[in-house]
């Protein structure tokens, strides 16, 4: 049952993934008193790409054709990992926090190699940006989810969610608020959004991750893309089920799974509106203002682990 529940948990962020995007988008139109796209509209998106031609530049290399396939791969491989609607599953002993922090970096190293590639200076320029990103926004991942694993006393991911699960007064822990702050500036850096990137936009002197993937085209975009989403629910499923874990699911019973849906669905309900909020509330960060930020975020996973050691 538990194998069954594992692929379930996977197929259901795959599906979920690119309705989360549209809902996003949508809730971020009607904040700004726009009609917006509906929420099904990703969808279509990724339907057209998989249907178009594939054009690649001839002098990409193998690199350029397999990133997609390991982005793809690296962002599902997460899914099997992360605790999204059970707690334990199968494959929690596989993984755990460091697993899951390199495969994330896994697909980000694979497609910074693929803007460089082409030798597109659009690509060089985002892989270059994209890197910078991420060498001051995984640390703080590490760190943010390390402060949880201190009062786990481990760093698997399953058993976080079920710590909390046993003593809710930690949510309320400042250890716990001071890491929910740094992992939320993270997820917006790590998924491309306001303040950090604009996915909106294709504005050369300020794009990020749409740099990387100008020269893609087909079912190659279409799987990075998808990729994309996947991270992003990802990332919402750690803020939601690993600092608010109630809903999650402990036995693997129809009612017991039906809750873990529902609850899931609120929490990325209320997560989307949050960044759609926040996105309609505030400009893009400068490029050299970026790391400042970051840095900011850095800060607070430290004196989160710092207070968790203290308050142990």
């Given amino acids: 049952m538990g194998y069954v529940l594992e692929g379930a948990q996977a197929a259901l962020a795959l599906l979920l993934a690119p309705g989360l995007v549209g809902l996003v988008r949508w ?31 001839s002098t990409a290399s193998w690199l350029f054709r397999a990133a997609p396939f390991v982005v793809f791969a690296s962002a599902v491989a997460v899914t099997f990992l992360v605790p999204i609607l059970a707690v334990p599953l199968p494959f929690d002993g596989v993984g755990d926090l460091l697993v899951v922090v390199y495969l994330l970096l896994l697909g980000t190293f694979f497609l910074s190699l693929a803007g460089l590639d082409p030798g597109s200076p659009f690509g060089g320029m985002g892989a270059s940006r994209e890197m910078t990103v ?93 990729a994309a989403a996947v991270k992003l629910l990802i990332f919402f499923s750690l803020l939601g089920n690993l600092f608010v874990p109630w809903g999650v699911s402990v036995a693997f019973t129809p009612a017991a799974v039906a809750v873990a849906v529902a609850s899931l669905l609120a929490k990325l309900v209320v997560l989307a509106g949050a960044v759609a909020l926040l996105e309609t509330r505030i400009a893009k960060l400068r490029l050299f203002r970026v790391p400042e930020l970051l840095s900011a975020s850095f800060v607070l996973a430290l004196l989160a682990v710092t207070s968790s050691f203290l308050l142990r």
Avoid at 38 to 56: I, S
Avoid at 175 to 195: C, K, N
Avoid at 199 to 225: D, F, K, N, Q, W
């Fill in 27 to 57: 809730m971020k139109a009607r904040l700004q008193n726009r009609r917006g796209a509906p929420v099904w509209q990703p969808y279509r998106e990724l339907g057209k790409l998989f249907r178009k031609e594939v054009v690649v530049s």
């Fill in 134 to 226: 991420a060498a001051l926004a995984e640390p703080t991942i590490a760190l943010a989810i390390f402060a949880l694993a201190l009062g786990a006393g481990s760093t698997n991911l399953g058993q976080i969610v079920a710590r909390t699960m046993a003593d809710p007064g930690a949510a309320l822990s400042p250890g716990h608020l001071l890491a929910f702050g740094a992992l939320f500036i993270v997820t917006l850096a790590e998924t491309g959004r306001l303040p950090i990137d604009n996915p909106a936009t294709h504005l050369e002197l300020t794009m990020i991750h749409e740099a990387m993937v100008l020269e893609y085209s087909g079912r190659y975009l279409a799987l990075i893309e998808w």
